[in-house]
């Protein structure tokens, strides 16, 4: 009787993989972020012949029955009891957090490498070029870099990834903006790190911050562009209900394999009287989508005394965009780590916010500028090309 369940066990699995089959290699897992292996074609030759038993393989292992489930299965116990991960992108550090070992983070996380003096000369070249270019037009220009959540939750990272050099990219990107430009920055760490011990400021499953901890990234942005534009009124806690929810589709454990699987309780807010809307002539956001996250969106109040913005965002924006709202006239919200002269000519900002997520920092060829913004690094005699004696007298930021 057993062995007859067992062919029928088999026989019914291999029945339910095989109807998967028909399941387009276009499809992308929402899990592991790809595309699922295509079926691969046979040719009458031997290259072809001998890449077929691997290429099938691929093809069936995405689509066998119960693969998600299983999978699942597995990689929560790795989890649950032993602490491991399955991703290789994912570290799982004290009392179940989880940070991000990939795009920028792992610089990040361990402090090295430092920038060379030709790094940093690059990213001070391509934002005093763009704070020129916009001062050429009465705009203004601020910068500010959320931190990763391994540089506020220092404390939760495992002894194996300890710090191998004190000072960050973001310490040396700070100084230097600072010391050689006339870039506006602002540091939101302070008030993070002063924050974290009354409530949670990041979400243990996800690299980003949460409703809270963009809040006060929010307030310490908003106040220096209140030194410019004093009709702006920050928000305060008077003007947000906040909440408990069950946080489940953090895209770290999605990476692992555990989404929905280990839920945590974190905080969220809203706005108690919201005044902005979305503007109609951009669609409107549908940022939990990941085929929409990076689409361009605007929001309006009608307030004429308000000023209007530019926001170069990346995914962190996704959280403080609506404390944001509150506070322009219109303020047009653009994924661009490039520059787009083309749409800041046609929305005529009072001001550029460029958000960058502290772990870009380690990826320079992300930045760039358009010609035109390029050139004024030459014409603008307060630019870098007078201050290159001064970077070449300062003691190194770091090792060349």
């Known amino acids: 009787m057993t062995g007859v369940f067992f062919v029928l066990a088999i026989f019914v699995f291999g029945l339910l993989s095989a109807s998967r089959w028909m399941i387009s290699s276009k499809t992308i897992s929402a899990d592991e972020k790809r595309r699922l292996a295509a079926c691969p074609h046979v040719s009458l030759n031997l290259a072809s012949l001998e890449a077929f038993p691997e290429g099938f393989t691929a093809f069936y292992n995405d689509r066998f029955a119960f693969r998600k489930n299983l999978l699942s299965a597995v990689n929560l116990l790795q989890y649950e009891a032993f602490g491991c991960s399955s991703s290789a992108q994912v570290l799982v550090g004290r009392h179940n957090w989880l940070f991000f070992r990939d795009g920028g983070d792992e610089e990040t996380l361990r402090g090295v490498p430092a920038f060379t003096k030709e790094e940093i000369f690059y990213f001070l070249r391509i934002f005093e070029a763009r704070r020129a270019w916009l001062a050429a037009r009465n705009i203004r220009y601020l910068v500010f870099f959320p931190p990763s959540k391994c540089s506020i939750y220092r404390e939760q990272v495992p002894n194996g990834f300890s710090k191998l050099n004190e000072k960050s990219r973001q310490d040396e990107m700070l100084a230097a903006l600072r010391t050689f430009s006339r870039v506006e920055v602002v540091d939101v760490r302070p008030a993070l790190l002063k924050a974290k011990e009354i409530a949670p400021l990041y979400y243990k499953t996800d690299t980003h911050w949460n409703r809270v901890g963009s809040f006060l990234g929010y307030l310490e942005v908003i106040k220096r562009i209140r030194d410019w534009f004093p009709s702006v009124r920050p928000l305060g806690t008077q003007d947000l209900k906040l909440y408990t929810y069950n946080f489940g589709d953090g895209d770290l454990a999605t990476m692992m394999g555990l989404r929905d699987l280990i839920p945590e309780i974190s905080l969220a807010s809203k706005l108690k009287v919201p005044r902005f809307h979305y503007s ?46 509150e ?41 760039s500028n358009p010609p035109e913004v390029d050139r004024m690094i030459d014409s603008d005699r307060y630019a870098l090309r007078t201050r290159n004696e001064q970077i070449a007298q300062t003691k190194p930021l770091a090792a060349d």
């Open 280 to 325: 109609n002539d951009l669609p409107l956001p549908t940022l939990s989508d990941p085929a929409h996250a990076r689409d361009a969106f605007a929001t309006e109040i009608d307030d004429p005394s308000l000023p209007k913005a530019v926001c170069l965002r990346d995914s962190f924006m996704q959280m403080p965009f609506m404390y944001f709202g």
């Open 327 to 367: 506070n322009f006239r219109r303020i047009r919200y653009q994924w661009e780590f490039d520059f787009p002269v083309a749409i800041i000519k046609k929305e005529k900002p009072d001001i550029v916010i460029q958000e960058i997520t502290e772990r870009f920092l380690a990826r320079r060829y992300l930045f």
